[in-house]
């Protein structure tokens, strides 16, 4: 039989991109990240072929007695790093957890306050995305320039005016956290939910070093299991409230999800036991690792957002590049020097500056999961510079790139020493690299 030429075309192709972004690039999107080997290891497993709608232990198929065990399991262990008390861990997605808590929260034609655009609120929480899809009307709470983040004051008014059913925090380009703690009080007062969609900074959250906005009055926390927090790509919903957590989890299947991707749930176990063990010194060299590069690109000349107020706290640094050229011009020069990031609307733009905003967004999470600490920040920012200032040719950076990237090729902040290495290191099977 010949082999279809097409087989050795789907085979390069998937090798090229696993050797360009695990081996030769600078991987700085914000919302990405690796999983450990053991994790892609059981990612890789007949879960992947299997259906289990319902919940564990009431489904609505036969074969799906590991699936339940596993289900249950990583709901244990993704609540002990929450410490929170109840998660619904099919959500294939953040944006499916969302909307999954909004429709529970609120019929077509009711009320939503979200934070501001220009603090960063996804797509998904606006009239654009989700939300808007769902018919619930966004309205925005007031933006406070300064702070660069809700204006407290004017939404406690706007709050008790507009008496929504719920209001949304959290965002996709977030530097400092939304007033939860401060906004709370006045969410419940008027009966309304508060949603905290910690996406982005769900991994900072489980590490200690971003406020749990479940302590801070959050009802539901719905987040993504592949940004900061390093595991597959998916969704889960949290909550400490088992009234409020009951209806959603009755209705997800079948209003938002029927195949949950079962392969999803001992990958992400195996993540949260990560995290457990090593989230706490992962997610605090994060934040130093996001704060140094801000800094260095600062002190070489770039104009990063957010200076007055140390520029960050979380993973994440926003660089205004319109002397460079734009976004869009930046985004793809970096690109031809293996250095990868997203072009990004920045607070002051206007949404027709979408194609080409005056921004970078830069995260800093993947690389530190690969052992890189503050000196590398500092050796990044001066590829940057070389790129982006200097006007170097970009394919002379690449060869720096590359090399650099030489020195941090395995995933730290996992189990790989001692005694995993004498059990269970044969037990993992290797990428296609
Ligand atoms: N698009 C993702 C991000 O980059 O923030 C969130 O869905």
């Known amino acids: 039989m010949t082999i279809p030429k097409e087989l ?14 695990r081996k030769e690039t600078l991987n700085l999107i914000a919302s990405e990240n690796v999983m450990s080997p053991v994790a892609e290891s059981v990612y890789m497993s007949d879960y992947m072929s299997r259906y289990a709608e319902g919940k564990p232990y009431k489904r609505f198929y036969q074969g799906t007695k590991y699936v339940d065990e596993i289900e249950t399991l990583t709901m244990d262990l993704m609540n002990q790093v929450t410490s929170s008390k109840f998660c619904d861990m099919r959500p294939i997605s953040g944006t499916v957890a969302n909307a999954a808590v909004f429709r529970v929260l609120a019929n077509p034609g009711d009320k939503a306050l979200i934070a501001p655009v220009q603090a960063g609120a996804h797509v998904s929480h606006t009239r654009f995305g989700t939300l808007g899809a769902l018919g619930i009307e966004h309205i925005e709470l007031p933006f406070d320039k300064e702070n660069i983040n809700v204006d407290v004051d004017k939404s406690i008014k706007m709050i008790e005016e507009v008496k929504p059913k719920f209001v949304v925090m959290g965002g996709s380009l977030y530097l400092f956290p939304h007033p939860a703690k401060e906004l709370s009080p006045h969410i419940h007062a008027v009966g309304a939910k508060l949603v905290y969609d910690a996406a982005h900074v769900y991994g900072l959250i489980a590490g200690k070093a971003w406020s749990n906005p479940l302590d801070d009055g959050a009802d539901f926390l719905n987040v993504s299991t592949h940004k900061t927090f390093p595991g597959p790509q998916g969704g889960a919903i949290f909550s400490n409230n088992e009234d ?19 392969h999803r749930l001992p990958a992400t176990a195996v993540t949260a036991l990560e995290m457990r063990e090593f989230g706490e010194e992962y997610a605090s060299q994060i934040v130093r690792n996001a704060k140094k590069l801000a800094e260095s690109l600062a002190s070489l000349g770039f104009k990063v957002v957010g200076e007055h107020l140390g520029y960050t706290k979380s993973h994440q640094v926003a660089v205004d590049v319109r002397p460079q050229g734009g976004g869009a011009k930046a985004a793809k020069t970096l690109e031809e020097a293996n250095i990868i990031v997203n072009k990004n609307l920045l607070p002051y733009d206007g949404p027709e500056a979408v194609s080409n905003p005056s921004g970078l967004r830069i995260g800093v999470q993947e690389m530190t999961r690969f052992g890189m600490k503050e000196g590398e920040m500092e050796e990044i920012a001066s590829l940057f510079k070389k790129v982006l200032i200097d006007g170097k040719e970009p394919s002379q950076i690449k060869r720096e790139v590359m090399e650099m990237r030489k020195g941090y090729l395995s995933v730290k902040y996992t189990f790989q020493d001692g005694e995993w290495e004498q059990k269970f290191s044969s037990k993992v099977i290797p990428m296609i690299i």
């Open 8 to 21: 050795e075309k789907i085979l390069e192709i998937t090798k090229e991109q696993n050797t360009w972004r």
């Open 244 to 262: 409020y957590y009951k209806p959603v989890s009755r209705t997800i299947f079948p209003w938002f999800v029927s195949n949950h991707h079962l």
